[in-house]
């Protein structure tokens, strides 16, 4: 049962544009929507969540919006660069427990 | 900044050995967890521990696997008898309130 579903599976993106990753959720219990960022050989570090009290939350060039009645969370970088290029996963939990994670999506942003 | 540290970063084992993976979570978190991650796959939930106790396990986490926080700063996951498809990427986590922090993970690979 993938209760995370995540896409697209890769994605490429020129520099300065604005690159979009979604995921669809299925348990309504889930009360905490992170998104990590993970580089080759590293583990997963948090980049920005979202509890679904909100619709909207930006931090920096990272923003993540969320449809609570859709079932859908995504995140959206803005002016895309180079170091953003990397495997970024969104994930779900219920009372920031156990995590269940989307497939990922791979970032490769263009110079 | 503290981080979650995991020993060793690589490991490779003959199937049938045991294995233990080594963590040393942030010192004043109180959650710690096991993840795992098959090469290109999504990262996996295996295991929670609180309050010197297991609190919630996953289907992956079977009678091969346990957990145990030996002293006072290190979490160690230990599999008693290796099976191939256990080659994958062990990562520790550990949370204090929302997030939870990731070790840069241990490498098995079972031959």
């Known amino acids: 049962q993938q209760q995370v579903k995540q896409s697209p599976q890769s994605l490429i993106v020129q520099k300065g544009g604005i690159s979009i990753i979604n995921c669809a959720y299925e348990?309504?219990?889930?009360?905490?929507f992170p998104w990590y960022q993970q580089f080759p050989g590293k583990g997963p570090a948090l980049l920005i969540a979202?509890?679904?009290?909100?619709s909207e939350k930006k931090e920096g060039r990272f923003t993540i919006s969320f449809n609570k009645s859709a079932k859908q969370f995504s995140l959206h970088i803005m002016d895309s660069q180079p170091g953003d290029s990397a495997t970024y996963f969104c994930?779900?939990?219920?009372?920031?427990?156990?995590?269940?994670f989307g497939t990922g999506t791979r970032l490769t942003v263009i110079p | 900044e503290p981080e979650v540290t995991q020993t060793p970063s690589h490991q490779v084992t003959q199937m049938g050995q045991e294995v233990i993976l080594r963590c040393v979570p942030i010192?004043?978190?109180?959650?710690f967890y096991w993840y795992r991650q098959i090469l290109g796959q999504k990262v996996e939930f295996l295991v929670s521990?609180?309050?010197?106790?297991?609190?919630?396990k996953s289907e992956i986490f079977d009678d091969q696997f346990s957990v145990e926080r030996p002293d006072g700063s290190n979490f160690t996951l230990k599999i008693r008898s290796t099976k191939l498809e256990d080659s994958a990427m062990y990562f520790c986590?550990?949370?204090?309130?929302?997030?939870?922090?990731f070790g840069p993970g241990t490498r098995l690979l079972v031959l």
């Open positions: 979202i509890r679904p009290d909100v």
């Open positions: 986590a550990s949370r204090a309130e929302k997030t939870q922090y």
């Open positions: 348990n309504t219990a889930f009360d905490y």
């Open positions: 521990f609180y309050n010197n106790e297991i609190s919630e």
């Open positions: 994930a779900a939990s219920k009372g920031a427990n156990n995590l269940f």
């Open positions: 010192s004043n978190h109180l959650y």
